[in-house]
């Protein structure tokens, strides 16, 4: 997972913006790392873990600062979909690595919290979301109305 991509000319303005609010949580340079500890130092809930209320209102107060109180909101409420899709991806890849190690014998399986997410699943979950976002933005272009048109047809 890298943050190296921009978003394309033909995304909406407001999933730039949002992209734009939120996608240095989830790169790998070294300042972006410093600002994601950061966060999440403030963020957790006292072990080392987020919950998905502490990711909403991350995401709620990050947009907000960013812009204005109510266009913070309206982004808010426009992607609100893609928050549980990107926090239960984020859990779902400690699974797989968890899994992975125990059929190695290296680690013992443990899902005491399965309601949180670590700092390496928080970068995750922002990668995804920034993903989601965009995927979002293009099926939400998709009118009924210009299914089964060609390119040709367009227009």
């Not at 909101?73 to 239960?88: G, M, N, S, T, V």
């Not at 059929?103 to 989601?132: A, H």
């Not at 976002?133 to 367009?154: C, L, Q, W, Y």
Request: net charge positive.
């Amino acid at each position: 997972f890298n943050m190296d991509y921009e978003i394309g000319v033909g995304a909406s303005q407001t999933t730039k913006e949002f992209v734009n609010a939120l996608h240095r949580y989830g790169d790998r340079t070294r300042e972006d790392c410093i600002l994601r500890v950061t966060v999440f130092s403030e963020i957790n809930n006292g072990n080392g873990r987020v919950g998905y209320p502490e990711l909403i209102s991350f995401i709620a107060s990050t947009l907000e600062k960013k812009y204005k109180k109510d266009d913070g909101q309206e982004l808010f409420r426009i992607y609100k979909p893609c928050y549980r899709h990107a926090y239960e991806n984020a859990k779902l890849l400690r699974k797989k690595r968890m899994n992975a190690k125990k059929s190695l014998g290296t680690q013992e399986i443990n899902f005491d919290d399965e309601n949180s997410i670590s700092f390496t699943e928080f970068r995750i979950f922002i990668v995804l979301l920034c993903v989601y976002a965009a995927t979002f933005d293009i099926f939400s272009s998709v009118s009924i109305k210009d299914m089964g048109k060609t390119r040709n047809e367009d227009g």
